[in-house]
């Protein structure tokens, strides 16, 4: 059934021109991880430090989660499970890893869905939200990258991982000094799932021509990709917590350096240092290090050096 609904939306895709294909596109892009992260990223910095915080923690475990379950299920993309879904060609860029559950669909849960489930928000705005997250995993399917069932299941885990999120942070408000045993468990369980994906088996298919059709090893760096976000969050949220303490109880002039600043900062880290880091250091370890240094550059080493040069003056 999943294959026929793609079917069906591809060939309304072909005969609808390129304007709802363009939309469907930029709603994805809004989805895509670094997109998620850097819109969390400037809530946690300019907007409301303890509703990033937040986001940010339910998006690292979404992370992490998503990455477990795509290497336990090993579900290949829909255009590899048959050749007759041709998927758009600007989504394929991001279609990454397996495909059972869907990545977009819980970065949109992690953060569109997790800031519609707040009460404290307006109804009209958590309307709003609400549509966002319903569109972007539509959008995987209506591009042909991810099938009904990875993205239902995706938003359906998303969001419970923001709502178990919800109960954390205010069990954490009680009990503020258990902020340690809280970093300790989910530093073990994103160690466990980066072992999990390195030592198990993955499925070996070769198509008619003899060549394979999925590296699993491939796959798996999502998953590593979402360890290293978990951890550099983790530990730059318990330095910050106990060393920083920065405030978003700012002027605007201050939340405008700080949103410069920090996309200035970030990019350069990303494009530059990074890229030449995870070329020195290949494989399982450079994805995880390269993405703890930049979610620890979010968490903490930009609220660190905001805190010193708004002291300074």
């Known amino acids: 059934m999943d294959i026929n609904i793609l079917l069906a939306l591809q060939n309304f895709r072909n005969g609808v ?14 989805g895509e991880m670094n997109t998620v992260l850097i819109i969390t990223a400037l809530i946690y910095w300019c907007v409301s430090k303890d509703f990033g915080q937040y986001l940010l923690m339910g998006w690292s475990a979404n992370r992490v989660v ?82 009904p069932q ?12 923001m709502w178990l999120t919800v109960k954390l942070m205010a069990w954490l408000e009680a009990n503020p000094e258990k ?30 021509a003899g060549k394979l059709l999925v590296d699993g090893a491939k796959m ?36 405008i350096t700080r949103l410069s600043a920090g996309l200035l900062g970030y990019y350069a880290l990303s494009l530059i240092l990074l890229p030449l880091l995870k070329a020195w250091i290949p494989g399982a370890g450079g994805a995880i290090t390269t993405c703890f240094i930049q979610m620890f550059y979010v968490s903490f080493i930009f609220p660190w050096c905001m805190m010193l040069m708004e002291q300074s003056r």
């Not at 021109?17 to 809004?30: D, E, N, Q, Y």
């Not at 707040?118 to 109804?123: A, C, N, Q």
């Not at 990875?150 to 991982?161: F, K, Y």
């Open 17 to 30: 021109g390129a304007c709802l294909v363009s939309f469907m596109t930029k709603m994805s892009f809004i």
């Open 66 to 147: 998503n990455g477990f379950l795509k290497v336990t299920a090993c579900v290949y993309r829909p255009w590899i499970r048959d050749a007759r879904i041709v998927p758009e060609s600007e989504a394929l860029a991001d279609a990454t890893g397996y495909s059972f559950p869907s990545g977009h669909s819980m970065n949109s849960a992690s953060l569109f869905g997790g800031a519609a489930i707040r009460k404290e928000l307006s109804r009209a705005l958590r309307i709003v939200l609400g549509i966002i997250a319903a569109l972007i995993p539509f959008s995987r399917n209506f591009l042909g990258v991810h099938t």
């Open 150 to 161: 990875d993205v239902l299941v995706g938003m359906g885990v998303g969001l419970l991982v």
């Open 179 to 208: 902020d340690i045993l809280v970093m300790c468990v989910g530093t073990v369980i994103s160690v466990a799932v980066a072992i999990f994906a390195s030592v198990k088996s993955y499925p070996v298919d070769y198509d008619a």
């Open 220 to 255: 798996a760096n999502d998953t590593f990709k979402g360890v290293g976000w978990a951890i550099g969050f983790l530990i730059g949220w318990i330095l910050e917590r106990r060393y920083i303490r920065f405030s978003t109880d700012v002027n605007m002039m201050t939340r």
